[in-house]
């Protein structure tokens, strides 16, 4: 989707747009989440983060490790929980197939900016909040 934006702004807080909140908690991936979902819907609703901790068992999750896996699993779920129906609290559990009534957003993908692109990258936070990652293995 980043490839499809014509006009790069000199500067961008998403903040002051309504899709990110001043203050995120600890989960990086999904505060991306919650800002796109509020680009689609108008609505900042603050996500799960703690849905992503029961379901992803290996230390890739959001926080210290790849965001490809919370935001597979979103899609692969089609959806996230909102904070409200499943709050954190820090602590591991089981992951339940059962869904709540009302999700609090839903993706069907993510894709990624190729390496070292910095024109892609700034494309791709021109269009919406962004998720980034740095591999320090080198």
């Known amino acids: 989707m980043y490839e499809n934006v014509n006009e790069i702004p000199p500067n961008l807080d998403w903040r002051d747009r309504g899709a990110v909140t ?3 908690s600890q989960g990086g991936c999904v505060a991306a989440l919650e800002g796109i979902n509020q680009i689609k819907t108008g609505n900042l ?9 029961y379901c992803i068992t290996t230390a890739d999750s959001c926080q210290g490790g790849w965001m490809e896996n919370a935001f597979d699993l979103v ?5 996230l929980d909102s904070d409200a129906d499943n709050p954190y609290q820090a602590i591991e559990g089981t992951c339940s197939a059962n869904k709540p009534s009302s999700l609090g957003a839903m993706i069907t993908g993510h894709q990624n900016v ?3 692109n910095e024109k892609a ?3 791709a936070v021109a269009n ?11």
């Not at 609703?45 to 901790?53: A, D, G, T």
Request: net charge negative; proline share 9%; hydrophobic share 45%.
């Open 22 to 24: 001043a203050v995120e």
């Open 45 to 53: 609703v603050s996500l799960s983060e703690q849905q992503i901790l």
């Open 75 to 79: 899609a692969q779920n089609q959806g």
């Open 114 to 116: 190729p390496l070292n």
């Open 121 to 123: 990258l700034v494309m």
């Open 128 to 138: 919406q909040p962004v998720s980034v990652a740095i591999d320090p293995s080198g």
